[in-house]
């Protein structure tokens, strides 16, 4: 008989393609399934000399009795109800500790669900989160793993063999039970639309503040990947704005329309955010940037009724300028990555997980969007501190934040000024002002609150007068 295989996976999607791609060529036999055949025959054929290490198989029965048990399998499909119907297909082929896999971009409420459903059946429920797109699927992604620890122990080694290394340190790791690892790759995607949106803010002060072409833009981002904002994201956006359209001769990114789509997951982090009582204010911005990108047929109408702002952006085009952008991105990231982690951190307690947020931010250097030099420092930041309440409160955070923030202030300040809008990086640095800020004005809304509903307040110097004596006097 031939030999069995480590690891299934169902689902040759471009995602599945790639995953499993990957895991034959570091060298471990994969056997794969597809629900249309012929997708499972196609695939086999292009894989090349990666196919000796991959097992096609037509049907489940035979897809089963070829992975070695207890059998790990990977479904790569759509998320939501599909998952729930393979699950239940599987359910009746599988025996006893074998371990389903749901890699898709899951609800970790859903996750946890299937979770606690498969409990009693003998069957252990992964759920996976994978960042790094195709690209990072076929060479290496970021792995974020949530379920039993003896269930990772059973395919760790294949997952550790195929996931993005930094300096030789794979970026893969279990991190909690049930929904975490699906909790964990949430966060990151609210973390990706806040880091996406904040670079399109810095975009728009460049294009529309100071009149610069897009492939000036591109070459401004180009240098700052250099420097510490060196990251991913940042390396695309340079060669996004670098590319010519074919069609029209014309920078590329002037031809896209301003309209982002969005699948669910920057949402699913603002909700769980607000859920836990966590501000992540910065997200919270870009999920509503979207949404408000969207309006594009409203927006067009609101221009027609108010103009575009005709005033000047009162910063100069300089050096001092660009290096004020440069710093002013680095402040409003650390303020969104900080909020990002704050909302780890209480999930952890909310759901039981022991979340390790050093490890977290380990796995996040390479292979995921939103890896960078920068989650090197947060790795040795919760190193150090792997309890502190906020990354910015850190010693090489705040001394970061000091550093920058006033930057950042001179940015939005120069954006607000000039009719730019900069919802994210307003909401960062709203943040930093409220939370290094002892006595703020709860007090007021605290009052208000009693004053109409009788709702009580605590007094500053602890006299147990829990009302306050309004309407006395009037
Ligand atoms: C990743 C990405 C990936 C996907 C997002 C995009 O980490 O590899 O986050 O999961 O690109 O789902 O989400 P939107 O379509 O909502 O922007």
Redesign the pocket.
Known sequence: MAQLAEIGLIGLGVMGSNLALNIAEKGSRIAVFNRTPSRTRQFVSEAGALGANIIGCETMEDFVAAIRTPRPIIIMIKAGEPVDQQIDALRLLLSGGDIAIDAG?ANFRDTIARFDRLKDSGITFIGMGV???EE?ARHGPSIMVGGTEQSYTRVEKVLTSIAARYEGDPCCAWLGEDGAGHFVKTI??GI?YADMQMIAEIYGILRDGVGKPAGEIGAIFGQWNKGRLNSYLIEITEKVLATTDPESGKPMVDVILDRA??????KWSVIEAQQLGVPATAIEAAVAARSLSAMKTEREAAEVIFGMPRYTFPLQDNAALLKDLELALFAAKIGAYAQGFAVMAEASREFGWSLPMPTIARIWRAG??IRSQFLDEITKAFTEQPDVANLIVTPAFSAMVAESMPALRRIVAAAVTAGIPVPALSSALSYFDAYRQARGTANLIQAQRDFFGAHGFDRIDGLDRPHGPWGVGN
């Open positions: 971009n960042s790094g797109g990072g990151h995607n990706e789509g969005q699948k669910g997951t920057g995921c969007i």
